[in-house]
């Protein structure tokens, strides 16, 4: 249930109006598709701004992304030049030991190159999607960390790309891991506490993850 806005001209040439849901929230539709998004906001005289903005970006899109850029700089002078390198960067500072390692290693795969100087203003969810081209799980999962990172710290304004249309993480085939390659893993740890912990995954026959959370109450011990 809604209730229009009436206030607002229906000027043929806009492409959004904006309505009002019964919770009071705001929303704004694009009328040639019907798609709608919250505004965020219970106040009607901040909705009509929005949509004046929406609808001049419509009619003006280069004058108006200087103007906007204008503002942003204003507000934050990063936020137009800030790079998904400095994100990723900022990130690992945040991490610790073993994480700081893992992501350290992480952020230098090479399907993150198209996008390192890529300021995050300018990202469209065609230059993530050429990220995730080969389907690498860890890309995808690594990737989707880094792009929510950015929005929770309110450096990209809205989400590149919906959680609902990120492309489905697709495991391969899983299978026990082999003598020899478990030798050759063994031979290249050089902490002898890791190593003896990949010897007790090997005899016990258990993943790294249930045997770091095994306990004595999980052993049957008069078996």
Not at 94 to 110: G, L, P
Not at 113 to 134: A, F, N
């Amino acid at each position: 249930m809604r209730r229009s806005l009436t206030t607002v001209s229906d000027d043929m040439s806009d492409k959004f109006r904006i309505f009002c849901r019964a919770s009071g929230v705001w929303y704004v539709e694009e009328k040639a598709t019907k798609a709608q998004h919250s505004l965020r906001t219970r106040d009607q005289t901040e909705a009509q701004r929005l949509l004046q903005a929406k609808n001049e970006a419509h009619r003006q899109p280069a004058i108006n992304v200087q103007i906007a850029r204008a503002y942003l700089n204003a507000s934050d002078p990063k936020l137009v030049s800030r790079t998904w390198q400095e994100v990723m960067d900022t990130l690992v500072r945040f991490k610790r030991d073993e994480t700081f390692r893992r992501w350290s290693v992480a952020i230098k795969d090479k399907n993150y190159d198209c996008i390192r100087q890529v300021s995050l203003l300018e990202t469209r969810p065609d230059h993530l999607l050429q990220v995730l081209e080969d389907g690498k799980v860890s890309t995808n999962v690594y990737l989707r960390r880094i792009h929510n990172f950015a929005l929770s710290m309110d450096w990209l304004l809205r989400p590149v790309i919906p959680k609902a249309n990120w492309p489905i993480v697709s495991h391969g085939v899983k299978r026990a891991i082999t003598l020899d390659e478990h030798h050759r893993v063994v031979g290249r740890e050089q902490n002898p506490e890791r190593r003896a912990f990949y010897w007790l995954c090997w005899y016990l026959g258990g993943s790294q993850k249930d045997i770091a959370e095994l306990i004595a109450e999980d052993v049957d011990w008069a078996g």
